[in-house]
């Protein structure tokens, strides 16, 4: 049976676009437009490799926007991994390394993180918290060496007060780190924080980027004197120990030392680099 061309015309008939469709559609250019303007702003010598990246079996929008990322990551600092030009657009995802509540519980840390635990007061009063922690520490170092540590541990106050200037400063840094007393969002914010100013802007990449690199500084010498604690456990945690009470005599020079310009040597009076002592990398034999 051969249609009529009525029947016919109908069918051809161009069905009109939905009001709903051609807004999500606009929205969806509107968010693609960002994300460019973002790449624009931020890194405006890589737009032409960005917008041409390829994934092979994946969508552009996920090759364009890992693209991205990566250069950020590579040039700034560390970002979360994401995909939709919606999530990134509405923020800059950085990574939070911040202790939260769970993470104190966690006994599953490298030998070294443990006894600067050991040796640390936590920022909230929980009754019997650091028992576990104390336990688990004693299986390497002997129990008598923790009896002089306050029952509370040291604050990083404490810390700073005994241990700046010294090889041994970044157990006050890294108990900066538990009380989220950095002064870096990359390690006192977490990720059930929420922020509000961290939008895609040359200026505040430039202060992320800023923030960052005084991150990994104080991430770079906990993990140096971490290594060196798990060396040996016993003599290198006493050390520390004996450092944080001011019993250590080079310690206590180091200590003294960072309030003066000059020191006197066998070369004659000499400028002081207040580096020196801080950015050590420590080892086995170091600081005895």
Request: aromatic share 10%; with cysteine.
């Amino acid at each position: 049976m051969i249609p009529s061309l009525q029947a016919l015309g109908k069918s051809l008939r161009r069905t009109p676009v939905a009001p709903t469709s051609v807004a999500a559609l606009l929205e969806r250019h509107e968010i693609v437009l960002a994300f460019r303007t973002i790449v624009r702003e931020i890194i405006p010598e890589a737009e032409a490799e960005i917008w041409q990246a390829r994934d092979t079996g994946g969508r552009r929008e996920n090759a364009r926007i890992w693209a991205f990322l990566r250069r950020v990551e590579t040039e700034f600092f560390p970002l979360y991994e994401l995909d939709e030009y919606e999530l990134v657009v509405c923020g800059i995802p950085f990574v939070r390394n911040a202790w939260d509540y769970e993470r104190f519980h966690a006994l599953d840390v490298p030998l070294g993180e443990l006894l600067l635990m050991a040796l640390c007061a936590f920022p909230f009063d929980e009754d019997g918290l650091r028992i576990p922690i104390l336990d688990a520490a004693e299986s390497h170092v002997p129990r008598d060496i923790f009896r002089d540590i306050p029952e509370r541990g040291f604050t990083p106050t404490e810390l700073h007060e005994w241990l700046d200037g010294t090889s041994w400063a970044a157990a006050a840094d890294f108990a900066g780190w538990l009380w989220g007393e950095t002064g870096t969002v990359f390690l006192d914010v977490d990720d059930e924080t929420e922020i509000v100013d961290a939008e895609w802007t040359p200026e505040v990449v430039r202060d992320l980027t800023e923030q960052w690199q005084r991150a990994k500084t104080i991430l770079d010498r906990i993990s140096a004197l971490t290594a060196w604690l798990e060396a040996d456990p016993p003599i290198h945690f006493t050390r520390l120990l004996d450092a944080a009470f001011g019993r250590d005599p080079h310690a206590a020079y180091l200590h003294e030392r960072r309030f003066y310009d000059f020191e006197i040597t066998e070369n004659g009076l000499t400028p002081i680099d207040h580096d020196d002592a801080r950015d050590v990398a420590l080892s086995p034999g170091a600081a005895a």
